[in-house]
């Protein structure tokens, strides 16, 4: 099992550039979270998908962020114009079933630096 | 909704000596509850986990934890840290029926222990 895998680990961009990133949940795993997590506010839950479908994105901070789950192996996290505010290490995690029995499985992140 | 609060936010230990991190809850109903530990620059992973039965959960790598349900209470415990325990935890908190089962995450405990 490779595991929740996240692309890419590090990200650099200029402000107002359109930001794109990859999530790969574990096989058979049917909900989806996406984290933020910053020195000053933690973790922060951006959205969750079950079978996926947008559960819950009021954790989306403003429209600049959408979120999609085109199919049950792939979902992407789009921020777009993208500003120095945003620099944060944003995670991916999966589980199965809902209520997280076997836990939540973590990806290893995507450390976003936007200058 | 529900919320945690992790009340030390920064610990730290010489080898050898015992660990208690506190976690306490607010929610109204019954709740799943959650363990992570985040080593420097790495993922979270689950440390352990509590649903229901024996309130004294034992985890991975000496870890316990004890469920008080009187004092929505869930802290962490290891009776003889060691220096590779160094890292940050946190503790998780979902509901445990109904609801969104979207897990809650505590603000962490940095754990620094000296060899």
């Known amino acids: 099992d490779a595991g929740v895998i996240q692309s890419p680990r590090h990200e650099v961009t200029e402000m107002g550039q359109e930001v794109t990133l990859r999530c790969k949940p574990i096989?058979?795993?049917?909900?989806l979270f996406w984290y933020r997590q910053t020195m000053m506010r933690g973790l922060e839950l951006l959205i969750y998908f079950n079978n996926n479908v947008p559960i819950d994105d009021s954790g989306m901070p403003e429209d600049r962020f959408s979120a999609k789950m085109p199919n049950a192996s792939f979902s992407t996290l789009k921020i777009q114009p993208s500003e120095p505010r945003d620099s944060a290490v944003y995670f991916c995690?999966?589980?199965?079933?809902?209520?997280?029995?076997?836990?939540?499985?973590f990806g290893s992140g995507t450390r976003l630096t936007v200058v | 909704a529900q919320s945690v609060s992790q009340h030390n936010h920064h610990v730290i230990l010489s080898e050898a000596a015992s660990l208690e991190l506190g976690c306490n809850y607010s929610y109204g109903g019954t709740v799943n509850l959650f363990w992570y530990v985040q080593y420097p620059g790495q993922h979270l992973q689950l440390l352990l986990k509590?649903?229901?039965?024996?309130?004294l959960v034992k985890g991975i790598k000496g870890f316990e934890a004890e469920f008080i349900k009187s004092k929505f209470s869930f802290n962490l415990r290891k009776p003889s840290v060691q220096w590779s325990d160094t890292a940050e935890y946190f503790c998780?908190?979902?509901?445990?029926?109904?609801?969104?089962?979207?897990?809650?995450f505590g603000r962490g405990t940095s754990l620094i222990v000296h060899p």
């Open positions: 998780a908190v979902t509901p445990a029926s109904g609801g969104s089962y979207i897990p809650t």
């Open positions: 509590y649903f229901s039965g024996d309130p």
């Open positions: 995690a999966s589980s199965f079933p809902r209520g997280g029995w076997n836990g939540y499985t």
């Open positions: 096989s058979g795993h049917n909900s």
